[in-house]
């Protein structure tokens, strides 16, 4: 009998194990989905699995029954067995609408020959509208320099008309270093879902501050703002060009601080590169309205003649972003027919004004406590900046 009893107590302390392994504990998608790289044919829906798993992305026009299943296969072979997940869906039409939902099962065990799934799992139906080649009208929202407080990204999103926005650009420096797991969901990706990104994407134009800490590197695992896989890239909204550039480091690759870890110099002038050939393009001359958006604001000596730049600008010179970042870019986008270049990074509001020959457009630096709504149409690219406490603080069209 004494036996006996010790069996049951040893099966009963043994039972919550022996629960978890067959699934009890539900599997969940626990992040997302958040749509990424959205263009005029296509999409990237991403999301996480509570635990290792299958997962796919089903997709039907609205109003169609007609579905069909998307997932990742690289080389012959679908991803599995794996909690984050970015899956693309390509050949889609034109500003049209669809419908999509995610399918996963869980996958308990993975040996050679025998792979045993556990839970299967669907989320609901989200609609998302893909973007109009023959739009002459953009609305977007513009945020920057949250650094890690979702309660500010919810209540900066709170101020803008959503409805309105196609898509939010985060205008860098929302993490103040990657060195936590899940950090991005914590600091501003799961609070994106919450208000719009289940239905309309963002795209991470990074700050200087998210190449920083440890986990920096695998930052690209949860943004996709392009198809090729880089930060860098444009969105065409039918007569609207927008050009995120990513800025890199505010100090030289050099200084201590980096460790001889960074390659800054180089990748400012790879982008440099590529945004010659975009200007040169074909889609981006017959755009009628261009912006740019970049964390660092680029400056140039001449700017410090300008009077209200006089003080500020002989300071941001001493800083490797900005300098490099000036004698970069604005030779290239004074001949690019720019309307305005929306920035970040200095923590307070600045617009520095364009002066013939030296800048052709006006740089609008926003602080880190306010929003920015933008609509570009044939009436000029309109920019409206709301603060916290719901003040407007600048409402131009340029
Ligand atoms: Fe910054």
Redesign the pocket.
Known sequence: MHKHLISLIALLLMLPSLCGAQGTTPYTINHGPYLQGLTYDGVIVCFTTSDRGFSGVEIREKGSSEVRLCRTSKDGLFEADNTLNSIAIEGLKPATEYEYRIISKQMLSFEPYKVVFGEEIESEWYDFRTFDPKADEVTFVVAN?IHDDAKKCADLLDLMPMDEAEMVFYN??IMSHYSREGQPFTSFIDVSVEKFARHKPFAVVR???ETRGHLAREYGNYIHNTREGRYYGVYYFGSTAVVMLDCGE?KDDEHPVYAGLVDFDRYREEQAAWLKEVVRSKEFRRAERRIVIV??PPTVERMAQVEQNAKRVPDLMTWRGNAHLGELLLPILNKADIDVMLS??LHSHVVFPPQEGVVEFPIIANDNVSAMLVRSSKEGVYVKIVNREGKTTLEETY
């Open positions: 320099d860098g420096d700050g200087n501050h505010d964390h660092i970040a990074h």
